[in-house]
């Protein structure tokens, strides 16, 4: 079952100047807001005066990609190890450290991709430090923010959001076909290359409150899934993801675009999509483009069991996971009830 995120310290350094360094995990909202923040998620990296009255930096990022140990180097950075195959390293020639790369709906270090799936890179001076958000022109979201380009092979990514400690793109449909792919940083001071990564037909997640552990999910009367408004047994939930691949037909929009809200413009993946409950396949009604969102974010609208064993009376929970084509998704929590 889904938990709250406890509020822990796993590792603590002290550099030359005195300044104190931790890492752990924490529930968002009750982290500190400085004019340093980054980030955001359940894992953090912060920097505290010497004698710990304020905070002189922070840094967050989703679960498990802080938090696990921290050490400093010989030029008193820190170095810290997250739990998911995450390291901070930072980058000694004064560019950008890429610590990670994961599904944006996910939270687990991966260097695979599908066309059109939404990515997070996640490291150190990557960005602008005030962050800068997706520009959307004639209904197709920019791939130049404030200077800053994402290149997958030579192409430019459309980019949802930009800063220091991060980076949200799509990736763009030309590597489609495809067995890997290069990705370089272009930013106002110079152009570095940050990873090679490995192509796959579709790497599927499910977004999620990454504080509540629960799968972002709408019930069938149309609010938000939640323990004091479950779904029941036999209606429809809606859940979103990322990383379906190719649309039927091979039939790209342009990178970037808003899906319309209206009109026979939606696509669909090519490879089947299923919503498993551990062994078995739930009814899937819709599975497709997510209207007035931009292209590669998949909506999943899929039925509930009419009937299924309860321990107790009340809110329970049931774990679901996409499949879409061989690849399995992490298993998400929604809120049920008789």
Avoid: C
């Avoid at 995990?25 to 980030?39: E, F, Q, R």
């Amino acid at each position: 079952m889904p938990e709250s995120v406890g509020n822990s310290v796993s590792s603590v350094a002290v550099d030359a100047s005195g300044t104190i360094w931790i890492t752990g995990t924490a529930d968002p909202s009750t982290l500190p807001v400085t004019p340093k923040l980054h980030g955001s998620g359940s894992s953090y990296v912060a920097a505290l005066a010497p004698d710990g009255s304020s905070v002189e930096a922070l840094y967050e990022a989703g679960a498990a990609m802080f938090g696990q140990a921290l050490a400093l180097t010989s030029t008193g950075n820190p170095m810290v190890l997250g739990g998911a195959g995450f390291l901070m390293l930072p980058n000694t020639a004064g560019g950008p450290s890429l610590t990670g790369v994961a599904n944006s709906a996910g939270s687990v270090a991966s260097g695979l991709i599908a066309p059109a799936e939404l990515m997070s890179f996640y490291g150190t001076g990557l960005g602008p430090a005030t962050p800068l958000n997706a520009q959307v022109v004639n209904g197709v979201v920019q791939s130049n923010l404030g200077g800053y380009q994402l290149l997958f092979g030579g192409v430019a990514a459309p980019l949802l959001y930009i800063g220091a400690n991060q980076i949200n793109a799509v990736v763009p449909s030309e590597v489609s076909g495809k067995d890997s792919v290069s990705v370089t940083l272009v930013t106002p001071t110079g152009t570095f290359s940050l990873a090679d990564l490995y192509i796959r037909p579709s790497e599927p997640e499910i977004f999620h409150d990454p504080v509540v552990g629960t799968a972002v999910a709408i019930s069938q009367d149309g609010t938000l899934n939640s323990s004091s408004n479950p779904a029941h047994a036999g209606e429809l939930v809606s859940v979103w993801g990322t990383g379906a691949g190719a649309p039927y037909a091979g039939l790209f929009p342009a990178d970037g675009t808003i899906v319309p809200i209206s009109g026979n413009l939606l696509t669909y993946p090519a490879l089947p999509v299923s919503v498993l409950d551990r062994n078995d396949s739930l009814e899937v009604v819709y599975a497709g483009d997510s209207p007035g969102e931009v292209f590669g974010l998949l909506q999943v609208n899929f039925r509930l069991p009419q009937s299924w064993p309860f321990e107790t009376l009340g809110s329970q929970y049931m774990g679901v996971s996409l499949q879409v084509g061989a690849a399995i998704g992490t298993s998400e929590w929604i809120y049920v009830a008789p």
